[in-house]
């Protein structure tokens, strides 16, 4: 096999996919990120697992995806505390020793955050502009949520779960919190993991506490909690009415949907990732094995189908031996290519309810939820792998500084991809969040954000 550069860094986690954002990543106020990680925003802390990621069963927690609303919190674990209130007929106050007196669960599964793969949907939607990555797999162990209802005594009327956590919105951002409706809440597999992978929660973790769901996406998965309130009706707060929705039934791409007219992203859905060969690889002559990992959500994987002639058959690939109920399988399938010529590869998961990737998108305005068949284009035979172009950065014009750096830094806009209305929409979003964009200064904004980062 031959890889470009640019290939090996990716696959030795130095990523250079992090290119544009990763240089910027060094002014972050939360310290330096991980080197080994592609780096979307560094605060608030987006870091993105690089491809490599898909060859190992279990995800070690320093290459774990994370993804986060609002800055990290540092968290005293001997002053934390654990409140549960709201419907219940005892409300509680619970230490970690306290906590940890219920009966310990372990599990492992896959958490994918909800937004995975939202770089991809087309015409380009706001937010992180996750490829792959944002996805890993861990084990995780702490107490059943239900053990901690059951020791309060939900009341009959309670409907939903209200988690907060420790983190505090800066401006007039939103706070984080969100609700699971109570069948899932006390569902036997519904974790307060205080662990990841044998070891405490870490801090861009959770640390001490956070809610596994296993299934569903990461937008549930509530990092340091503190404050657990049983709901009799649907919580309001924006990141369940506004955020994190997607539409029933499938729309034109590109149109604006009343978040009332959609339901909150819950289950993720089967997907497959190739790890290897990589997009644009040179490959043989002679067998190359195509190796990756595939998941499922609530309904568990069912298997692994490979395709090396664009989708016009397809074979099963061996299942690796690892397997846990919600937990990802590694999965490998040879190839004996043709002497020569250029070939897509495809790998699509099946889940036990019959539910399969798709080759096309479903846009939907957030890009929640993408598991399009992905497509690895290789080349067979000698040739010269052409390396692609280093991406280079525009410098910051001092109103755009002025108004739009602090929160965050640059990166969180570098990475966008928008149209001119999408960036006077995010421009509008951020000034009730707490910009201060003077409206002499609006125009060169926007030309300046639509002129550098609009759709490629
Ligand atoms: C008061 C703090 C604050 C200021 C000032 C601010 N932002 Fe943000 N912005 C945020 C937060 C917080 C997020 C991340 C939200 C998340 O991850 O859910 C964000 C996210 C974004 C995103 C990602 C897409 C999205 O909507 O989440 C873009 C683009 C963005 N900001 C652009 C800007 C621009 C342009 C300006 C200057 C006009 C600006 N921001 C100023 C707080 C701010």
Redesign the pocket.
């Known amino acids: 096999m031959k890889l470009t550069r640019r290939q090996w860094l990716h696959l030795c986690y130095a990523v250079p996919g992090a290119g544009l954002a990763g240089r910027w990543a060094l002014q972050a106020a939360e310290g330096t990120p991980p080197a080994n990680m592609i780096i979307r925003?560094a605060r608030?802390e987006?870091f993105e697992m690089p491809l490599e990621g898909f060859l190992h069963w279990l995800t070690p927690t320093d290459r774990f995806f994370v993804r986060?609303?609002?800055y990290r919190p540092k968290v005293d674990a001997a002053v934390w505390r654990l409140r549960v209130e709201g419907e219940v007929r005892t409300p509680l106050t619970l230490d970690m020793a306290a906590l940890r007196q219920l009966p310990r669960v372990e599990l492992v599964s896959v958490l994918e955050c909800a937004g995975n793969g939202r770089g991809f949907y087309r015409p380009t939607v706001?937010?992180?502009q996750w490829r792959y990555g944002a996805v890993g797999n861990a084990r995780w162990a702490g107490v059943r949520l239900a053990d901690v209802l059951r020791k309060a005594g939900l009341k009959a009327g309670a409907k939903q779960v209200l988690l907060n956590g420790a983190d505090v919105?800066?401006?007039?951002?939103p706070d984080?919190q969100r609700t699971v409706e109570i069948s899932k809440a006390v569902h036997p597999d519904t974790l307060l993991a205080f662990e990841m992978n044998g070891a405490p929660l870490p801090e861009s973790h959770g640390f001490p506490l956070r809610l596994v769901v296993p299934g569903w996406a990461g937008d549930s998965w509530v990092k340091w909690v503190t404050n657990i309130q049983v709901l009799d009706r649907d919580f309001d707060g924006f990141f369940m009415k506004t955020?994190y929705r997607r539409p029933p039934h499938p729309v034109e791409p590109g149109t604006a949907v009343d978040p009332a007219k959609m339901q909150p992203v819950t289950g993720i859905r089967p997907k497959s990732v190739i790890a290897t060969p990589l997009d644009g690889q040179h490959v043989g002559p002679g067998a190359v094995t195509l190796r990756g990992a595939a998941w499922a959500g609530e309904a568990p994987l069912a298997r692994v189908d490979v395709s090396t002639d664009n989708g016009r058959t397809w074979r099963p690939a061996r299942l690796g031996a690892d397997r846990a109920r919600y937990g990802w399988r590694l999965w490998e399938a040879e190839w004996n290519p043709p002497p020569a010529g250029s070939y897509v590869l495809m790998a699509r998961a099946t889940d036990t309810a019959g539910e399969i990737q798709p080759l096309a998108q479903d846009w939907n305005p957030s890009g929640y939820l993408w598991n399009v068949v992905q497509q690895v284009r290789v080349t067979v035979g000698q040739g010269a792998a052409v390396a692609a172009p280093a991406e280079s950065l525009p410098t910051f014009p001092p109103e755009?500084k002025a108004?739009?750096v602090?929160?965050?830094g640059e990166d969180?806009?570098a990475g966008?991809r928008?149209t001119r209305a999408q960036?006077e929409r995010?421009?509008d979003?951020?000034?009730r969040?707490?910009?201060?964009?003077k409206p002499a200064d609006r125009p060169a904004?926007l030309d300046f954000?639509a002129g550098h980062f609009g759709p490629r």
Request: hydrophobic fraction near 50%; charged fraction near 10%; glycine fraction near 10%.
């Open positions: 925003s608030p987006d986060t609303h609002l706001p937010g992180a919105p800066m401006g007039a951002v984080f955020a755009v108004s739009c602090g929160c965050h969180m806009m966008q928008l960036w995010e421009l979003k951020m000034t969040w707490g910009a201060s964009v904004i954000l």
